[in-house]
T-cell receptor, first 113, second 113 residues
């Protein structure tokens, strides 16, 4: 079974530039999560999708962050414009409807200069 | 919302010793408690989880205990090996297939040969 796929793995941009991250969850997993992980910290939820619907986006900074999950499969997380404090690892995870285990992708390490 | 505290932040043991990591949570409605292991530069991976209808669960050298009254749970690793060296995160959620995990800040475990 293929795991959660994310791209790119690394991204370096200058502040005020836009950036986008892509996630392909495990086949059949209807729930998709985007997390932010700062160095030395645990993952913090940004947004959770159930199929196409964003059911928990309370921690998403909506002035600069946006996300979409068209057709309830792949998802894209965007930052525009990026700020220095956005440097972190962005993790995507997915889970099935019936279980609680979340399977994580390898993450995208973003560096904003 | 849920708040998860994790201690210690770092733990150094000799190979063969036992290691214990402790977490407390604040939401009495939480009933699902997973533990994730994250090796340097890699994705978090579930190593064991426990639900509130049991007090202890074991899987080979790893065990988790849960005290719902006190709202704390612990990870126990026996006969530690150098490959156990990683960051361990505890988490808590209300346990449905749709729920959000709140993570602790992590414990860096170093096992010296």
């Amino acid at each position: 079974e293929a795991g959660v796929v994310q791209s790119p793995r690394y991204k370096i941009i200058e502040k005020k530039q836009p950036v986008a991250f892509w996630c392909n969850p495990i086949s059949g997993h209807n729930t998709l999560y985007w997390y932010l992980q700062n160095l030395g910290q645990g993952p913090e939820l940004l947004i959770r999708y159930e199929n196409e619907e964003a059911v928990d986006d309370s921690q998403l900074p909506k002035d600069r962050f946006s996300a979409e999950r068209l057709k309830g499969v792949d998802s894209t997380l965007k930052i525009q414009p990026a700020e220095l404090g956005d440097s972190a690892v962005y993790l995507c995870a997915s889970s099935s409807l019936v279980g609680n285990e979340q399977f994580f992708g390898p993450g995208t390490r973003l560096t904003v200069l | 919302g849920e708040n998860v505290e994790q201690h210690p932040s770092t733990l150094s043991v000799q190979e063969g010793d036992s290691a214990v990591i402790k977490c407390t949570y604040s939401d009495s409605a939480s009933n699902y408690f997973p533990w994730y292991k994250q090796e340097l530069g890699k994705r978090p991976q579930l190593i064991i989880d426990i639900r509130s209808n049991v007090g202890e669960k074991k899987d080979q050298r790893i065990a988790v205990t849960l005290n719902k009254t006190a709202k704390h749970f612990s990870l126990h690793i026996t006969e530690t090996q150098p490959e156990d060296s990683a960051v361990y995160f505890c988490a808590a959620s209300r346990g449905s297939g749709y729920s959000t995990l709140t993570f602790g800040k992590g414990t860096m475990l170093l096992v010296s040969p």
